[in-house]
């Protein structure tokens, strides 16, 4: 623009975005491009050499990678599928029922049922592993009271309950998000729309279904992505609770875990920071995947209502 | 205006499952903390009573203060979360009065950009990120951990603050200008006393992921002098793991600060949420 060039530059404007954006720059973004450089590397004596796709080609069908590379994302993508079909409907509910009117205690409720979320991965993770502990009588003895003794096994050392348990522990943990993101979806809808709901003669579950589920619909979109980008970056809560190697012999092993050792080694194998990146790479593929694919086609389909 | 919906049958219906739902979010820190409390006996025998005064036993607590460097642990996590809460608190801010206030090339683009990190975890950049502390001596420092948590911090703060910042009056600020004061004079004196609530928003979503952070700290400062109390808690478990008291009072003392913290930011965080971090 003409009259834009003869202005003076603005000076302030570079010095109000330097600071974040150098930070954020050359902490995060170069980082994440140096990963996904590295990844094309491979080490050769001393020093490295260009590979190319090479070491993607090891991770997906070199039989030493690939069954743990495989394990990992079906454990991960198990582990999302819990958090789908738990967390979400069980935070919906959370939240509509605090949303009723007239509810009294609801801030009691939510910052109860929200302080796990707060709490860190290393405290939830033991705190499970000990009250799961058949050492430590807690959950033989509850169970005992409502009569299900017989159901108790140790469900993080099974090999066949330990991820599932691991995922509902997890849910446990961050059901205090959806439920919040919800509620205050659930407490933007004007009064007049329910009103007219209600003149209407829809009431009730009727009225949730019909007027507000649509209403918070993109509010779940929302959860759903961060609920993908989170779990597919999970770490902190299998490492806590069932250690690097991610026991019951890696029936627990998800991305994160296995990234870890791979990068720093662990005991039976040594650190090799180039399929440490190979498998970071893979990691940002399939998060970077998600997002874009909930961006062109959930995103944009979802309407949203203006009031 | 809904007498329909809130009949009766209904509340109690509604507070019977929050209850149910609340005991089950609870009864885990409950019952760590309560055992905590107890002989190691007593922890064995009835693990569901509370502490009488025959079963009460702080031998949990001593062997926890005296072993680990809880305190050195507990300030290294306090000063890493503070500065970089308040890095990501005052670029954020900056970046976001920026973007929001003044239009010049790229505007959006750089929007963009920097939105790109809530979707995209650092965590994924680990590897080229350790690289980069290496090369230039960081390694367990604090400042490696600062640096990394502002960068993470920073794209969710620039993102809701400009949003909140378009709120903010223009009049106002063109008064402002009209009385001489400067660009910064204006951010600093007018704007940001402003957005205050939105920066305790923003300071508790920053904050709690980075106090219970434990894959940096191990990667990035897992020395002695530096670890946070993530890691010191996680180390000093798995070795007492056999001794039950020091396990459970370890859990508790790392459970109490985030608590306190929460309780004090609750209000805030709900009003933030509600006002605008959803839209």
New interface residues.
């Given amino acids: 623009m003409a009259t834009e060039a003869k202005k003076p530059i603005r000076w302030h404007v570079a010095v109000f975005l330097a600071p974040a954006l150098l930070v954020y720059t050359a902490v995060m973004i170069i980082p994440l491009f140096g990963t996904l450089q590295l990844s094309l590397f491979s080490a050769e004596g001393q020093g490295r050499v260009f590979a190319g796709l090479d070491n993607f080609r090891t991770l997906f069908f070199d039989p030493r990678w690939s069954a743990s590379f495989w394990n990992a994302l079906w454990n991960n993508t198990w582990f999302f599928i819990i958090h789908m079909l738990v967390q979400n409907p069980i935070g919906i509910v959370l939240a509509a029922l605090l949303s009723s009117p007239k509810l009294r205690f609801s801030a009691f409720y939510r910052t109860a049922i929200f302080i796990p979320t707060i709490l860190s991965f290393v405290i939830v993770g033991f705190a499970w592993k000990l009250i799961l502990s058949p050492l430590w009588g807690v959950a033989p003895n509850l169970l005992d009271l409502v009569g299900l003794k017989s159901l108790f096994t140790p469900w993080l050392g099974k090999e066949q309950y330990a991820l599932t348990t691991l995922g509902l522990i997890s849910v446990w943990q961050f059901i205090g998000i959806p439920m919040m993101l919800i509620y205050a979806a659930l407490l933007s809808i004007p009064d007049e729309v329910i009103e007219a709901a209600e003149c209407d003669g829809v009431t009730g579950m009727a009225q949730f279904w019909k007027i507000k589920l649509p209403l918070i619909l993109p509010a779940i979109g929302i959860i759903s992505i961060l609920t993908f980008v989170g779990n597919f970056n999970a770490f902190d809560l299998i490492y806590s609770a069932q250690g690097a190697l991610a026991g019951p012999n890696f029936s627990t092993d998800i991305l994160g875990t296995f990234l870890y050792r791979t990068f720093f080694g662990f005991q039976l194998q040594i650190g090799d920071p180039y399929m440490g990146s190979t498998i970071a790479s893979m990691m940002f593929f399939i998060i970077l995947a998600g997002v874009c694919l909930y961006l062109f086609t959930v995103q944009t389909r979802l309407r949203r209502y203006q009031f | 205006?809904?007498t329909?919906?809130?009949s009766l049958p209904?509340?109690i219906a509604?507070?019977a499952?929050?209850?149910a739902?609340?005991a089950?979010?609870?009864f885990?820190?409950v019952?760590?903390v309560v055992n905590s409390f107890k002989s190691r006996n007593a922890?064995?025998r009835s693990?569901?009573a509370p502490p009488t005064t025959e079963t009460f036993d702080l031998i949990g607590y001593t062997t926890v203060l005296n072993q680990g460097d809880f305190f050195l642990y507990f300030q290294n996590s306090f000063i890493v979360t503070v500065m970089s809460l308040f890095?990501v608190l005052?670029?954020?801010a900056?970046?976001a009065?920026?973007?929001s206030e003044?239009r010049?090339r790229g505007n959006s683009l750089?929007g963009l950009y920097?939105a790109?990190?809530i979707?995209?975890?650092?965590?994924?950049?680990?590897?080229?990120?350790l690289?980069?502390m290496v090369a230039s001596g960081l390694v367990n420092t604090l400042t490696a951990l600062i640096?990394?948590y502002?960068?993470?911090g920073?794209?969710l703060a620039?993102f809701i603050l400009s949003e909140f910042m378009k709120q903010v009056s223009d009049d106002l600020k063109n008064a402002g200008r009209i009385d001489g004061l400067?660009?910064?004079r204006i951010?600093f004196r007018l704007v940001l006393p402003l957005v205050r609530p939105a920066m305790a928003t923003v300071a508790v979503f920053t904050m709690?992921p980075i106090?219970?952070?434990?894959?940096f700290p191990l990667?990035l400062a897992p020395s002695e002098a530096t670890k946070t109390i993530?890691l010191g808690?996680?180390l000093f478990?798995g070795q007492y793991v056999t001794n039950?008291n020091a396990?459970?009072a370890a859990?508790s003392l790392?459970?109490l600060p985030?608590?306190i913290?929460?309780?004090i930011f609750?209000r805030q965080l709900?009003r933030g949420?509600?006002s605008g971090?959803?839209?």
């Fill in positions: 205006m809904s329909a919906t809130s209904r509340t509604a507070h499952v929050l209850l739902y609340t089950i979010a609870l885990p820190v019952i760590i922890i064995f693990p569901l890095f005052l670029f954020g900056m970046a009065f920026a973007l003044y010049f750089m920097l790109l990190g979707m995209i975890p650092i965590r994924l950049g680990t590897v080229a990120i690289q980069l640096l990394v502002t960068a993470q920073l794209p620039v400067s660009e910064y951010f709690i106090w219970n952070d434990l894959w990667i993530t808690a996680q478990i039950w396990v459970l859990l790392a459970i985030v608590l913290l929460y309780l609750s709900i949420i509600t971090a959803v839209k």
